[in-house]
């Protein structure tokens, strides 16, 4: 009966390091000395409000997420959940201070369309269903026309997301959002 003996090999590979020579490790004796007092970071006991357009003071402001893969956009938002509120939504303004856009969002699934009537920047809008998945995104244009167009989801949404032009570029419909309700 024959029997294997298994040979160990041990191969010791470092970057930058000639064969024989071992590599140059950090000095112990160099090290900061450990301590029991806890190193801290200063936080502020006070947090600045956020800049709020004086259009959008009597909206909630609320922190969003919108998840995509690898992206994750945070948001805080002004959220328009009444007919009147959505009817205004970020019309007449040029700075939206502090706020990333606006949350539309509505008690039931929609196929209700947005224009740009009014509105003096560009817009990125992205749409979602009553279970958080993307519906659709996309640039609205500015309106110089007094016939403005229509801008429809393509599909049934419950929510929708306006941020600056440009703002939902990379967006896909792998999307979804999360809104604390």
Do not use: K
Not at 41 to 66: D, G, H, N, W, Y
Request: hydrophobic share 45%; glycine share 4%; charged share 20%.
């Amino acid at each position: 009966m024959r029997r294997f003996i298994p040979i160990l090999l041990l191969a010791v590979v470092s970057s930058g390091c000639a064969a024989g020579q071992v590599p140059q490790l950090p000095d112990p004796t160099t090290r900061a000395p450990i301590t029991d007092t806890p190193t801290t970071t200063a936080v502020p006991t006070t947090t600045e409000p956020p800049v709020i357009p004086p259009e959008l003071e009597q909206f909630e402001i609320r922190s969003i997420t919108i998840e995509d893969r690898e992206l994750t956009y945070s948001l805080t938002v002004a959220v328009a959940d009444d007919a009147t509120e959505r009817a205004q939504g970020l019309m007449g303004l040029l700075d939206l201070g502090d706020l990333d856009g606006m949350l539309f969002i509505y008690p039931a699934p929609t196929t209700s369309t947005f224009w740009m009537e009014d509105t003096l920047i560009p817009l990125d809008i992205a749409f979602f269903d009553a279970a958080n998945r993307w519906v659709n995104n996309f640039t609205m244009q500015l309106c110089v026309d007094e016939d403005c167009p229509d801008y429809s989801a393509g599909g049934e949404y419950i929510y929708a997301v306006e941020v600056p032009d440009a703002g939902f570029a990379a967006l896909t419909p792998a999307a979804t959002i999360d809104i604390d309700l």
